[in-house]
T-cell receptor, first 113, second 119 residues
Framework: NAGVTQTPKFQVLKTGQSMTLQCAQDMNHEYMSWYRQDPGMGLRLIHYSVGAGITDQGEVPNGYNVSRSTTEDFPLRLLSAAPSQTSVYFC????????????FGPGTRLLVL | AQKITQTQPGMFVQEKEAVTLDCTYDTSDPSYGLFWYKQPSSGEMIFLIYQGSYDQQNATEGRYSLNFQKARKSANLVISASQLGDSAMYFCAMREENAGGTSYGKLTFGQGTILTVHP
């Protein structure tokens, strides 16, 4: 198993550009989520999904879109990048039922100029 | 809403000594899970330990133990016999769960504590 994979590892964007951060997991996990980590802060939830075709907003959803067409993939779209979206983005997955931990991807470092 | 507070921005410990990292939480959910993650300088999030709110005993995982005091809403991480490789950022996190431990996987994180282990 590759676990949770994220691409790209690093990206530089100009203000106003759009891009998609990719996230995939091969563990057949139902639940997937996106977090952002800013300096000096913990991770904050952007969007999450409880299964294919079902998504919902987290704590900081503005400026981001998600979709979940398959169990494996959960891409995060930045519609019009802003400098405030400079951050490290983590994708995570977990499964139900039972007390299972979250599995995190390696992160994508995004710089918006 | 859930809230996690880690009041120690940084902690120092001598190699082979034990160290406690503090975590307090606030939630109105009757059932929840508490986590600790380690984030080394390389950036990945490494799961350390989990405690369910209905667990009768404190969780332990090797050198890591979680001092869970439900009435005080605290979930401190104890690292015994610190090693140089333990130097990292440590995050406390929680999620709402149902009585069976199922959740939607939504975690709320604290701000983190940077642990430095001195030789």
């Amino acid at each position: 198993n590759a676990g949770v994979t994220q691409t790209p590892k690093f990206q530089v964007l100009k203000t106003g550009q759009s891009m998609t951060l990719q996230c995939a997991q091969d563990m057949n996990h139902e639940y997937m989520s996106w977090y952002r980590q800013d300096p000096g802060m913990g991770l904050r939830l952007i969007h999450y999904s409880v299964g294919a075709g079902i998504t919902d907003q987290g704590e900081v959803p503005n400026g981001y879109n998600v979709s979940r067409s398959t169990t494996e993939d959960f891409p995060l779209r930045l519609l019009s990048a802003a400098p405030s979206q400079t951050s490290v983005y983590f994708c995570a997955s977990s499964y139900s039922p039972g007390r299972q931990t979250q599995y995190f991807g390696p992160g994508t470092r995004l710089l918006v100029l | 809403a859930q809230k996690i507070t880690q009041t120690q921005p940084g902690m120092f410990v001598q190699e082979k000594e034990a160290v406690t990292l503090d975590c307090t939480y606030d939630t109105s959910d009757p059932s929840y899970g508490l986590f600790w993650y380690k984030q080394p300088s390389s950036g990945e999030m490494i799961f350390l330990i989990y405690q369910g709110s209905y667990d009768q005993q404190n969780a332990t995982e090797g050198r890591y133990s979680l001092n869970f005091q439900k009435a005080r809403k605290s979930a401190n991480l104890v690292i015994s016999a610190s090693q140089l490789g333990d130097s990292a950022m440590y995050f406390c996190a929680m999620r709402e769960e149902n009585a069976g431990g199922t959740s939607y996987g939504k975690l709320t994180f604290g701000q983190g504590t940077i642990l430095t282990v001195h030789p």
